[in-house]
C-alpha cells in the first residue's frame, strides 16, 4: 500500500518515510524552536526562594480591598422565585 506524500507528491509506502523529505530534512540545520532555552542558561543555580504572593501584591497594589467575586444578591432572589414557580406549575 503507498500514499502520496503532502510535501511532494511523491508515491511512499506506508509505514516508511518519504525519501526526498527525509534528505532535505537532513540537510537542513536544526532550527530553534521559540519555547527552547538557551542552552548557556542550564545549570545557573539560581536561588530557591519561597515566593510570598500576598506581600507581592501588598507591594505592587497596596491594601486597597478588592471587589468580592460571586453571585449578585438578585441572582440568588432569581433563583428562589424559579423555584417556588415551578412547584406551583407543578402541585396545580
Known amino acids: 500500500m503507498k500514499y502520496q506524500c503532502p510535501s511532494c507528491d511523491q508515491d511512499v509506502e506506508v509505514g516508511r518515510n518519504c525519501p526526498r523529505c527525509a534528505r532535505s530534512a537532513r540537510?537542513?540545520?536544526?532550527?530553534?524552536?521559540?519555547w527552547e532555552q538557551d542552552p548557556s542558561a542550564d545549570g545557573l543555580n539560581l536561588p530557591d526562594d519561597d515566593f510570598?504572593?500576598?506581600?507581592?501584591?501588598?507591594?505592587?497594589?497596596?491594601?486597597?480591598?478588592h471587589r468580592r467575586l460571586g453571585i449578585a444578591w438578585y441572582w440568588y432572589l432569581m433563583a428562589i422565585l424559579l423555584f417556588v414557580a415551578m412547584l406551583l406549575s407543578l402541585f396545580r
Not at 540537510?27 to 530553534?32: Q, S
Not at 510570598?52 to 480591598?65: H, I, K, L, N, S
Open 27 to 34: 540537510r537542513r540545520p536544526r532550527e530553534k524552536k521559540p
Open 52 to 65: 510570598d504572593y500576598d506581600a507581592f501584591v501588598t507591594r505592587e497594589w497596596g491594601r486597597a480591598p
